[in-house]
């Protein structure tokens, strides 16, 4: 079936699917013969008087799996019977192999592409393993991959985020590389066979598909790590760049865990980024709580495993950052980060952590700058530092009032991850920090173009016209905002603030009424100091923002940088709040 598979690849219609070099076909020829190999071994040490092999074995040939000694016989026994005909029919191929690539290179010439290599996209590793309960282990070596390829100096490399977003789609080369801006295309196989793992990778430069590289790796389980690095390096060394000496050092105080704690891990990043994109905020909360399991699983096979406290510290500030159990989780991953840290330094996605609670829970800007930059001196500030840490510090140093530097740190975090949504609406609220009003329109309808129920974007959207006194318009908005997400237009305090802005003053302290009368766990300080600014009323503005410091509400990190507040911003109360913010020194 294999060689079948083999035989219609070369002969596909379309060039970009068909094997771009004789080496190509190559190395499938070998995995073919590894196979075989692995079977001989199997046949060899199947026993007649076992009832349940001791490690379940993945069939990278035929897609079953081995679980009784019967059927591994009878595995064994057809392979055995079969195996002079698929021997010759490989001697033909290999023969034919040789033969091809000798012709191939001796008349034809192909044109060189001198153009450098800059940036990168890691395809999902495809499992082929036959066995979906598997796809975990192929997206935590896509993972690990992605994140020894930061390492690169001088090389973007697109995020998992985006580049997940192309898993089965069916999509070319040529178009996946269109669509995430990138100069090269990484795209390959995985396959854990009991406590081995055996990768297979191929390196496509965009412009014409052509392959630079391809290699084949196996390991044990417990080296993946190490296996990866190996893997970057043959990556790095084919485009002709270097991985940063300083990073790559640092980065090898652990390569070796026992394999039943990197399985916990993969599990549990599988779990976190499932997460991530849940739709609603009951299913992150129990996929999140089930990647906490797995860390700690791994943590106690492995007690001295910082890449797995690492995790943990992520996966608790991500879900902190939802509202969930703040004072509960946010500690917790500052903890777990610590702890990671303490174990090794170098450890980048650990101080990312940090930096995230520093600035979101303990207000403390000048740690979470230093701890974001540490991060990218361990992660590659040119790759777009570690896993979201590039996102996180733009909006810190927005919510600062740095609007230049925001703009570039943002513009470089979209570049490393084009297709994350959420990412590419932050772009906008980053020009409207900086009162670039157009520039944040024009975001925010694009974004709402591809989103059209995306209701961040409308929320962007009628602020923007507000500010530019378009306010017809931007009430037509709040609205549309309002219907989104089911918000009641007659006590809301957006609609509110939008009426404030235009100068009815009546329909907005009338919504604002109708909103106080809602329990007082319901109503939104921040938000209610918004439309008292907005009516120039500075001691209600104040009262309010004080009952907003009272209860730590996530807004206020944009008290310094909202420009609803510019009419209060020189009163001394408000230089007060912003100080206990952490808003200035």
Not at 367 to 390: H, M
């Amino acid at each position: 079936r294999e060689l079948q598979h083999i035989v219609e690849k070369s002969l596909r219609k379309d060039r970009e699917n068909r094997y771009q070099t004789a080496k190509d076909l190559l190395i499938d020829l070998k995995d073919i013969r590894q196979d075989l190999e692995f079977q001989n071994q199997l046949e060899r040490t199947a026993s007649p008087n076992r009832e349940e092999p001791k490690t379940q074995i993945l069939n990278a040939t035929t897609s079953d799996v081995a679980h009784t000694a019967s059927s591994a016989e009878y595995v064994a026994n057809e392979i055995k019977s079969h195996k002079r005909s698929v021997l010759a029919i490989l001697s033909i191929l290999l023969l034919g192999v040789f033969g091809l690539g000798y012709w191939f290179y001796s008349n034809r010439s192909l044109p060189v592409n001198s153009k450098e290599i800059n940036s990168i996209a890691v395809l999902p590793l495809e499992n082929i393993s036959g066995d979906a309960s598997q796809d975990y282990f192929a997206d935590g070596m896509t993972d690990t991959l992605i994140t020894e390829l930061i390492k690169v100096g001088n090389l973007r490399v697109i995020s998992r985020n985006s580049t997940m977003q192309f898993k089965g789609t069916g999509k070319t080369i040529s178009e996946i590389a269109r669509e995430l801006d990138v100069d090269a295309i990484v795209e390959g196989t995985a396959l854990r066979s009991g406590d081995k793992v055996r990768i297979s990778v191929q390196l496509f430069r965009a412009e014409g598909v052509q392959n630079l590289w391809a290699e084949s790796y196996e390991r044990g389980l417990g080296d993946v790590l190490g296996l990866q690095r190996e893997v970057a390096r043959g990556i790095a060394d084919s485009i002709k760049v270097k991985i940063a000496l300083p990073e790559q050092a640092a980065s090898t105080k652990q390569t070796a865990v026992k394999p039943e704690a990197h399985d916990a891990l993969f599990r549990g990043r599988y779990a976190f980024h499932q997460a991530v994109n849940a739709r609603s905020i009951e299913e992150r909360i129990d996929l999140h709580e089930k990647s906490f399991k797995y860390y700690q699983q791994a943590i106690a096979i492995e007690p001295n495993y910082a890449e797995a406290y690492a995790a943990l510290a992520s996966s608790y500030h991500w879900l902190a950052s939802a509202g969930v159990k703040l004072d509960e989780y946010y500690p917790k991953s500052i903890e777990a980060a610590n702890k990671a840290i303490q174990i090794d330094e170098t450890n980048a996605e650990a101080h990312n952590a940090l930096a995230y609670c520093a600035w979101n829970y303990q207000w403390d800007a000048a740690t979470a700058e230093k701890e974001y930059n540490r991060s990218f001196e361990l992660g590659s500030r040119a790759a777009g530092g570690s896993k979201r840490g590039r996102h996180g510090y733009a909006l810190l140093l927005s919510e600062l009032g740095r609007h230049d530097e925001a703009i570039d740190e943002i513009k470089l975090a979209e570049k490393a991850d084009p297709l994350n949504f959420p990412l590419k609406d932050n772009v906008g609220w980053v020009y409207f920090a900086a009162r670039r009003y157009d520039l944040a329109l024009e975001q925010f309808k694009r974004n709402s173009e591809i989103e059209p129920n995306y209701p961040e974007s409308r929320f962007g959207i009628s602020r923007s016209l507000a500010f530019k006194g378009m306010y017809q318009e931007s009430l037509a908005e709040m609205r549309k905002f309002l219907e989104l997400t089911k918000g009641a237009p007659e006590s809301s305090p957006y609609l509110a603030r939008v009426y404030a802005m235009a100068g009815d003053r009546g329909a907005a302290v009338k919504i604002l009424n109708e909103h106080l009368k809602l329990p007082e766990d319901k109503q939104r300080p921040f938000d209610i100091a918004v439309v008292h600014a907005a009516l120039s009323d500075k001691d209600q503005t104040i009262f309010w923002l004080e009952k907003s410091v009272q209860r730590r509400e996530n807004e206020l990190r944009s008290l310094k940088s909202s420009p609803e507040f510019d009419k209060v911003r020189d009163d001394p109360r408000f230089q007060d709040l912003l100080r206990r913010v952490g808003l200035t020194p």
